[in-house]
């Protein structure tokens, strides 16, 4: 196999060759995209008109088999009205039928217009000569033909109005098309080979990528969750992907490569500013030029200039690189509209946990605790199904959670939350009162009404004392399992069992205390 770089050349337009996007590579801001076109054995050149004018002239390569002895590579970057037929395709098929439906219902309507226009003639006299058999003979014939052709004149007017909302969407995306693209390139390769043979071009384009989602389905019942992978793809190059084999990378190219040089560790003596008013009397510095926009980076619509979309790339920032094959085909219209497709599915088993956080709300929320899914799962919002009904949507981010991964199913109306009032005092304490004192007394009552039991967890933020003089005593009714969930001295955590049926009341009493004369903040 063998490789040719890419050379910029002038040339005159030649005979077209056949040729087909076959796959494309795309990255979260990228595509690489490879196109196969047949060669006869003998051929001299291989010419290939109608290629989008986005592609990156340096990226261009061309691979030929063995045997195949490869020349110069000329281009030539033309303009939309120079070369019509490039803009054709399925759109302008459907604009043509929809026209000659509506061209067709215009003719109608003019030859009822046409017979009206006789029949009235007709009745103020005007066409005494006309035998009466030419008009059915009597007058009732008359009104009765002139009823018809009423009747289908006003049903006609109405299709036409039906073709012309149909219309006015594709003529608008056409447009729009034909001002996105306002170039083609043309591509001569000259070549010699003995057989048949078939010439793989690949070259990178910019205004493509995609963005991972994902889709949860928790089945509350068994507390297996399928994790669903889901790919955002769009794509703006001024060509459709028409029946290509598509893969999507999380790889993605960075602006920095290497690291530079340090830079040197230099001493001086300071050397004082001069005076305010010597400072006013200097000339002001020359404005900067405004740096140039890179036509690379923009879309020319009219006279307006549009950013073409893009993608976050910072979701696949510290995921490994990971390559997803679809298994079959696709299609990807250049525009838009964001193509959504499946990269599969991963079955987990959940640890269902009902949390409740009372000083927040009143209320239990479901969370399914999972062991964390192998592979790569670049962060990405995720949507969120309870037993076949949507709840809502969060974001999916394996790789910034630790052991385990919690997914958020919404909220358990299967438990009630009781807040007792809060009770607080204030007051002094120690030698002659040189300190202050707070006293704090939080109560809460949880009620299990599922027919079956629970794993709840109750989160209470306690005090946590930042200076040395101020301190702080707590007391837990039950034992808490941890006072430093996730970590986090102060978040308070209780996890138990809890029956059909079943409360459970739990306390939480602070004293805190800290000298008279300091002022304390975080006091609730």
Known sequence: MRTLPFLLVSLALGAQAQSRIDEVLVYPGGAQVTRLAPVAAGAKELVLHCLTARFDPDSLQ??????????????ETLPRERVPDCGKGPLDEDIRKLEARRDAITAELGALDTGLGYLRALGSGEARGTPAAGIAGTADSIRKTAQDALTRQAQLRRQQEELDKQLAPLQGER???????????????????????ELKLSYRIAQAGWAPSYRALLDSASGAVSLERLAQVSQQSGEDWQDVKLRLSTAQTTPRVAIGLPRPWQLDIYKPQPPLAEMRAMPAPAPM???????????????RVTEPERFDLSVFQGAHATEFTLPLRVNIASGTQRASLTLGSERLQAKLIARVQPQAEAAAYLVADLARPAGSWPRGPVQLLRDGALVGNSTLNVAGSEECLELPFGRDDGLRVQVEPEQKNAGNTGFIGVRAEHRYARGYVIENRHANAVTLQLVEAAPVSQHEDIKVQAQFTPTPTTQAWKKQPG????????????????????????PKEAVVTGLR
């Open 62 to 75: 061309i691979t030929a088999p063995a045997g195949v002895h490869l020349g110069p590579v000329q281009i």
């Open 175 to 197: 447009d729009r098309l034909a001002s996105a693209n306002p170039q083609w390139r043309s591509l001569r390769v000259r070549l010699s080979t003995a057989k048949d043979v």
């Open 289 to 303: 030029a405004a740096k140039a926009q890179s036509l690379e980076n923009v879309m020319v619509t009219g006279s």
């Open 491 to 514: 978040l308070v955590l209780w996890e138990l069992p809890l029956a059909a049926g079943q409360s459970q009341r739990f306390t939480a009493e602070y004293v805190i205390s800290a």
